[in-house]
């Protein structure tokens, strides 16, 4: 497999189209780029927690989004933040953010895996490529010890290849000798990258160069950590895989499956910090997964659930059959019809949503049908929010989030009952240590929250009326539909078509 490069000059483009959107971003977030830029792009104008040097040997820290929001926090009252970055604030040791005695974690169902993912390691060919060039600038453009850093890069994503060319592949054992030798190879091209760059610095005397060989000191100490961590023994609840990434390379990811005892003893620790978990999905083991002794506290809903929406589970095939996705997308036109748009159509694959949406313009001439992938989600986003005829089908970055007050949004259909990928290093881990309960015992309960966070994006006020429609007959059918079903709103489950066209008649949208 080779990776869809791209070449100097279109690096160069991107990293032109960024710094001009940056000398009018207020936040420096990648989020609001118009672009998605390739990594290499990013990477050159960008650092990681561990890579600052602070801002007082910064030359460019007075220009610098990331401090800027940093004084602006500490003169605040609230600070606001994600879990992502909540998380690397735990991993740097409490740096990143000002002392607080009051943390809010909003939809904190999610934050376990948030911090999962902030926690974990990760080496990739494009990580050691990264280091040679730091390197390069630093000391001497392609000398030995950037080649052999290069060569380990190709070494290891060779290896990674042969391992997971086909997909993610879980290293039950250890890295094995082959991989083992190159996560080696790397580990020793990194040491003498960082020696050569700490000898530099040395000589540097006080100057902006010295500050730039610093971050890249910073750089080199962070490869060289994560290589030996890799090299490590396996302990209790780690898990260790290769995976393909994006840009058809692969990335080699170790991480703890448990951080309650992390949370406990790196977040958790000062005696005067109170934390409030707030969620529609929390269960009872979330704060013991979290390292909390907590208090619960439930709220009613100010919603008429029974009154204001219908769940309807139309009788067709299961997942597995092959007629199931044509009759997915039938049921997707005939609410769009009925409500001339207004609805927000979830799948649990990019494949599904193509497949449903093409099969749906083919049949729905001169409705408005927006695409995840066609546009930002932010543009689709607001396509959505400001055209009550229009449809929007999407993934799994609009289960959450997304807030439609009003008739926009008058029907969520959902393909099917979202249990968590059995191939997921995380969550066959997760798995092995229940046992033979892991399904009722960790697939239910997360394919139930996870259905619930989408069918929560349909009632938003208690004026809002309107239809969640779940394409998996499982929901009124299986044994465990119960286990789930008592994690949705309270709203009137159906079968029958002719309720559910009626109850859309009775809505009187047009």
Not at 40 to 68: F, L, M, R
Not at 283 to 289: E, F, L, V
Not at 456 to 469: N, Q, S, W
Request: hydrophobic share 40%.
């Amino acid at each position: 497999m080779s990776e869809v490069d791209l070449s100097d000059a279109e690096v160069r483009q991107e990293v032109e189209v960024i710094l001009d959107w940056a000398e009018g971003s207020s936040t420096g977030d990648m989020a609001e780029l118009p672009i998605t830029p390739h990594w290499k792009a990013w990477a050159t104008v960008s650092v990681g927690p561990g890579e600052c040097v602070g801002a007082s040997k910064c030359s460019y820290s007075a220009d610098c989004k990331s401090e800027q929001a940093r004084a602006d926090a500490e003169s605040a009252d609230i600070v606001v933040v994600n879990a992502h970055l909540y998380g690397a604030h735990i991993q740097t040791g409490g740096t990143l953010l000002p002392p607080h005695t009051q943390l809010v974690i909003d939809e904190a169902h999610e934050f376990e895996d948030s911090i999962v993912g902030s926690l974990s390691i990760e080496l990739t060919e494009g990580r050691l490529s990264n280091l040679a060039r730091v390197h390069d600038r630093c000391v001497a453009a392609e000398d030995k010890v950037s080649g052999s850093l290069r060569s380990a890069g190709a070494m290891l994503e060779a290896c990674m290849d042969g391992i997971a060319g086909f997909g993610t592949v879980r290293l039950t054992s250890g890295l094995g000798e082959d991989l083992a030798a190159a996560v080696s190879t790397a580990a020793v091209a990194a040491d003498r990258a960082l020696n050569s760059l700490r000898a530099a610095a040395k000589h540097a005397g006080e100057s902006t160069a010295k500050h730039r060989i610093e971050r890249s000191v910073r750089i080199a100490e962070s490869v060289v950590d994560d290589t030996q961590s890799l090299l490590g023994k396996l302990g209790k609840g780690t898990v260790l895989w290769v995976e393909p990434t994006r840009n058809y390379r692969h990335v080699l990811r170790l991480t703890r499956i448990d951080v309650a005892d992390t949370l406990r003893t790196q977040a958790w620790a000062e005696k005067d910090l109170t934390v409030i978990c707030c969620s529609a999905t929390l269960d009872s083991g979330t704060a013991t997964r979290l390292g909390l002794q907590a208090e619960y506290l439930s709220v009613p809903s100010p919603f008429n659930f029974r009154d204001q929406a219908v769940l309807f589970v139309p009788k067709i095939h299961k997942p597995t059959h092959p007629d199931w996705a044509e009759e997915v997308a039938q049921e997707v036109e005939h609410v769009i019809r009925a409500l001339s748009g207004r609805t927000l159509a979830l799948f649990t694959s990019n494949r599904m949503l193509r497949s449903t949406v093409d099969l749906c313009r083919e049949r729905l001439e001169g409705f408005t049908l927006l695409a995840q992938g066609d546009a930002p989600n932010p543009v689709l986003q607001d396509q959505f929010l400001n055209d009550e005829h229009a449809s929007l089908f999407a993934t799994a970055s609009f289960w959450t989030g997304i807030s439609s007050p009003g008739t926009t949004c008058s029907a969520v259909i959902l393909d099917k009952i979202p249990f968590p990928v059995p191939t997921d290093p995380i969550v066959q881990a997760r798995c092995e240590v229940v046992g033979d309960a892991a399904f009722m015992e960790v697939s239910v309960p997360t394919a139930g929250m996870q259905l619930a966070q989408g069918v929560g994006r349909l009632i938003r006020t208690a004026t809002d009326r309107g239809v969640v429609v779940v394409c998996d007959p499982r929901l009124a059918e299986a044994q465990y539909r119960n286990r789930i079903l008592d994690l949705l709103p309270p709203m009137r489950r159906v079968r029958n078509r002719e309720f559910l066209d009626q109850f859309i008649r009775d809505l009187e949208l047009d």
